[in-house]
């Protein structure tokens, strides 16, 4: 995906794509899964021996202090795998929070941890069906002393239950809306008053509902000040699409090479159905699809590092809107000229179909993106 | 002029208000929740329950004439109940045994297998499966290779078939077997019935990707059927299946059931207006939702003047083919629309084992499911690639 490749990145995608292609084969993908929801997965301490978890985080916090090209270099590789782990919610978007916000006391006990494979977390932003902006927090933190009592309830929260910090967003003042009156807060997973629906999602992930009573948390849980945690949940909401776009690239290749292997050996007709000039088109189409989302999520890759903002935030949107749609032609397509053997749980193209799908739902999709882009 | 006006003479607006007081009255709620959740995957005594009921008010088998035990509908009556049926979410009739078999038995059977066949499909207590499809034999049908040998009086069965839908709930198959390589593929094609319990043959479930169990692999080892078992002259089941498959691509437009679905969409916006804090988002789902109801809109007319245009619904020309490709690309954007407007509610796979989960559902949980699902209707019964060659052969003429 990336233009060129340093010697370090080579070694680095070369690590990634044995591990795809012999510990995650799509035969054994079934069984590394089922591990999955327990805290001492294998596949992560896996990830902290091979330095991945390590590698995007800062030197002065136990990382390897690797750019935003070292992350796009990994998620493609996870999505041409079908990697699924808690890395984009732990690696990505909470260790961003803390980068953007946290106290150094806060960064130097997390990072860390989450270099080594010892710490996980979770950010729990949304509260309702639909909803999609993170400005929509109805969730209250209201002051008791030196505590924060927080009382609300969130959904989808990615990995909530394997996560042993939550990362709960919160109102101290204002509506839902408002930019202004949020807080973020880390609060520990074993948290009194707080209660983890957790369920498997489509992708063979996890997530979780939190209900949150009266969780009282001291003033150093709070990320950053209080009331003005929307930009720090913004920040790390457009690492994770960022990196969420460079997955999709890479399983929509995989989806792509899938199926172009398999219409040369399909045979209908008398001849493989790569022969018609209609499959030919179409063949055609998804390629293109992938290059510009390529493209794309590039581009939005490379404005994590752009110190401006608003020029952040529009090339993020744009490429998960280009992505998104892209996901969607590719998946829906690629089952199509399968027919019916990409339907099933055996083949691999399903699968990839319904991360994409996933990929399209999380942190924000194609509308609320588009919206954005506009400033509106 | 609106071609649906012939639906609104006041005897069809009567028994359109009979048809559905009725469903409401009598669809157990249980099996009403899982069509409502999309599920194609019913469990057979959820069909047969309805079944029956249907049976016991004179309706079930609506396409069937009162001869062979059906209600005699006409075209009217009938597309108005299938409407009906579909938007008090009742489970689409038993398309294998009443919606193909039967018509075809009624068409190409003897006397004696019409005695045979028929009233264990009327009656609901006898399942049907098609065998059609093989690993080899998709959109190329007639390509099919799996072997029905003559010996003595029986036909000796060795092969697969792919695909197969219900198999695993159904009593009973018809299906396409090779009596004869020499000619054309198209030659040498045998329709036989075949009892699923026959020595020799086992049902294999194939799991989609999202985890439902709908369609089988059907192997065969030397599976002796009797020659009384075949529907018309040896080597010409091919005429049957194209009368058959005619009759299927008819039933697949789906318009009632997607604006059911779209139905439900609406009312989920409207519980929960998710877009509340969002008008700019409101307004791009208020135009989707829109364009998706003016596209029904057009099938739903294209539809009745396909299907009205002769007298008889059978005699719909290749041009149903469109019904086929339209209905089932605006169910998919339909499903998609609805998981999209979910948000995060639709990343969980939630569905539970009774399917009862309606609040789950009412949340957005399962709205994922059917989107997934429904990406079979744009591959099966005569692929939309396929459907699209016919219109060119069959009504372009290229």
């Known amino acids: ?376 | 002029m609106d071609v649906r006006n012939r639906f609104e003479t006041p005897e069809m607006r009567a028994f359109r208000e009979e048809v559905r007081t009725f469903v409401r009255a009598n669809l157990p709620e249980d099996v009403r929740r899982k069509v409502a959740q999309e599920r194609m995957d019913l469990p057979r005594d959820d069909q047969q329950r309805w079944h029956k009921i249907l049976r016991a008010k004179g309706w079930a088998c609506p396409g069937w004439p009162k001869a062979h035990g059906g209600p005699g509908f006409t075209d009217d009556q009938r597309y108005v109940f299938e409407r009906e049926i579909a938007f008090g979410d009742a489970p689409r009739s038993m398309i294998y045994g009443e919606g193909m078999l039967g018509p075809t038995v009624m068409a190409y059977g003897t006397d004696e297998q019409k005695r045979q066949i028929l009233p264990g499909i009327l009656e609901g207590d006898v399942f049907w499966c098609q065998g059609f499809s093989e690993p080899n034999a998709g959109s190329d049908l007639a390509s099919l290779s799996c072997k029905a040998e003559r010996v003595g009086d029986h036909y000796v069965l060795n092969g697969s078939k792919m695909w197969t839908s219900e198999g695993h709930i159904a009593d009973w198959m018809f299906g396409l077997f090779r009596t004869d390589n020499s000619g054309r593929k198209q030659e040498g094609i045998t329709f036989l019935v075949l009892d699923l319990k026959s020595p020799g043959l086992t049902v294999r479930p194939i799991l989609l990707f999202e985890g439902t169990h709908e369609v089988n692999q059907v192997f065969f080892d030397n599976v002796r059927v009797p020659v009384a078992q075949r529907l018309g002259d040896e080597h010409k089941g091919w005429t049957i299946a194209k009368y058959l498959l005619s009759l299927e691509r008819f039933g697949t437009a789906e318009v009632s059931r997607s604006l059911a679905s779209l139905g439900r969409l609406k009312a989920f916006l409207k519980d929960h207006d998710p877009f509340r804090h969002a008008p700019h988002q409101k307004d791009a789902i208020e135009r989707r939702v829109a364009e998706l109801e003016m596209e029904l809109d057009a099938l739903e007319i294209t539809e009745v003047r396909f299907l009205f245009k002769h007298d008889g619904a059978n005699e719909v020309g290749p041009e149903a083919s469109m019904l086929k490709v339209r209905g089932t690309e605006i169910q998919g954007d339909i499903f998609e629309l609805t998981m999209m407007c979910a948000g995060g509610a639709a990343l969980g796979a939630r569905r539970d084992e009774t399917g009862t989960n309606i609040e789950a559902t009412r949340r957005g949980q399962d709205s994922a499911l059917p989107y997934f699902n429904f990406r079979k209707t744009l591959i099966y019964a005569g692929s939309n690639e396929i459907q699209r060659n016919i219109i060119a052969k069959a009504v372009l003429g290229l």
């Open chain 1, 1 to 376: 995906m990336l233009p060129t490749l340093t010697e370090e990145q080579r070694l680095l995608k070369d690590s990634l794509e044995r591990f795809r292609q012999q510990d995650y084969a799509f035969e054994k993908r079934k069984g590394q899964l089922a591990k999955l929801g327990a805290k001492d997965d294998p596949v992560w301490a896996q990830f902290a021996e091979l330095g991945w978890l390590a590698a995007t985080l800062p030197e002065e916090h136990g990382g390897l202090g690797g750019s935003h090209a070292d992350l796009a270099l990994l998620m493609e590789q996870f999505g041409r795998g079908l990697v699924t782990s808690p890395f984009v919610p732990t690696v990505v978007v909470g260790a961003t929070a803390f980068r953007l916000a946290g106290s150094g006391k806060q960064k130097s006990e997390i990072l860390p941890g989450i270099a080594e494979g010892r710490t996980k977390l979770a950010l729990a932003y949304l509260e309702a069906p639909g909803q999609l902006d993170p400005a929509i927090v109805a969730t209250r933190a209201r002051n008791d002393g030196d505590n924060f009592v927080i009382t609300g309830n969130k959904i989808a929260a990615l990995y909530a239950n394997v996560a042993d910090h939550l990362l709960v967003s919160a109102r101290v003042f204002g509506q839902p809306g408002d930019h202004q009156g949020i807080s973020l807060f880390v609060v520990p997973a074993h948290a009194k008053g707080l209660a983890i629906d957790a369920y498997r999602t489509h992708d063979d992930g996890w997530a979780g509902d939190l209900h949150l009573d009266q969780v009282h948390v001291p003033a150093e849980a709070l990320v950053g000040s209080a009331g003005s945690a929307h930009s720090t949940i913004e920040g790390a909401l457009d690492a994770g699409a960022a990196a969420l776009c460079a997955e999709a690239v890479g399983a929509m290749w995989s989806l792509h090479d899938l199926t172009l292997d398999y219409i040369k050996v399909r045979k209908q007709f008398g001849a493989t159905i790569s022969s018609f000039q209609a499959i030919q088109h179409r063949m055609v189409n998804m390629y293109m699809k992938c290059q510009l989302a390529q493209s794309m999520a590039l581009a939005g890759m490379a404005a994590l590092d752009s110190s401006d903002a608003t020029a952040r935030r529009r090339a993020v949107s744009a490429a998960k809107v280009q992505v998104g749609r892209a996901a969607r032609h590719v998946g829906e397509d690629a089952i199509q000229l399968h027919g019916g053997i990409a339907m099933t749980d055996e083949y691999a193209a399903g699968h990839y179909f319904k991360r994409l799908t996933m990929i399209r739902l999380m942190f924000g999709d194609e509308e609320y993106h588009l919206r954005r882009y506009l400033g509106r």
